[in-house]
């Protein structure tokens, strides 16, 4: 197994990409602890972790508290003695697209960038600086395909401030893997396109024109699974991937194709 005996901690474990990355770092061996807001949405994936014989715990936290990071990491490490893995999987606020920027309020441009920034900080910096200590560790973040669309799709989507914190989060990576790189830690984002697992109900046509729309604009002529990003930041987070950092890994199917 990829994870076996590493110690994950998973913020945003409720959502679909945090709790889908969840169940699979415990499949492939990880004790996993699932960090989130809502205790009740953590504990129906802690009881799927644990029905397939996994280990998981559960910490309700806000990601964005410096403190109570630093509380809940505090008793964690206190437990275990150490954290392999932090994977930041909340919501960068994507519902705020659809609006032409010269339409747009400040607060919804700047809420995206500022709400996951402080998140990413908050949790990528409260697990360097344990990992850094111990010497090892992998931080891993996450991004969409939103931080490098081309114009076809920036007119379709309106992104607002969405893509401005997507870029922003795989800055604050780079940035990042490279004051621990030396202390033996590794950063890693994900840039997943739209998941279509996750897309709201809407009419069939409208949604057919939607998936058209986005499949066509992709080299594999589909977008990605839920699964296919879950295995992805199993991989990244294992010691098979010990040469990545300051990566943004592409998991657009090819609706993005430029170099990083």
């Known amino acids: 197994m990829l994870l076996q005996n590493k110690v994950a901690v998973v913020y945003g474990a409720a959502g679909a990409v945090g709790g889908a990355s969840a169940r699979t770092f415990a499949r492939e061996g990880a004790r996993v602890f699932l960090v989130g807001r809502t205790g009740e949405s953590l504990e129906r994936v802690a009881d799927e972790i644990r029905a397939a014989d996994g280990l998981a715990e559960v910490g ?5 508290d410096p403190d109570a990071i630093e509380a809940h990491l505090d008793g964690l490490v206190a437990t275990t003695g150490r954290i392999d893995i932090s994977l930041n999987a909340t ?3 994507g519902d705020l697209q659809g609006t032409p920027l010269r339409e747009m309020s400040v607060d919804d441009f700047t809420l995206p960038a500022l709400t996951g920034l402080r998140s990413n900080f908050c949790t990528g910096t409260a697990a360097a600086r344990r990992m850094t200590t111990a010497g090892s560790g992998v931080i891993v973040t996450m991004s969409t395909s939103a931080s490098g669309l081309a114009g076809r799709d920036r007119r379709f989507h309106t992104t607002g401030g969405f893509g401005v914190a997507c870029a922003a989060v795989e800055e604050f990576t780079r940035s990042l893997a490279a004051e621990v790189g030396p202390h033996g830690v590794r950063v890693v984002c994900l840039r997943p396109d739209a998941l279509p697992e996750t897309w709201p109900a ?10 058209r729309f986005m499949t066509d604009g992709t080299a594999m002529g589909r977008m990605p699974t839920l699964q296919e990003v879950a295995d992805a930041a199993a991989f990244v987070s294992s010691d098979r991937a010990g040469a990545m950092t300051s990566t943004i890994v592409n998991l657009t199917c090819g609706s993005i194709m430029n170099a990083n």
């Open 91 to 93: 919501s960068l606020r």
């Open 202 to 211: 809407e009419p069939a046509s409208e949604m057919e024109r939607f998936r």
């Open 60 to 64: 309700v936290v806000d990601a964005l």
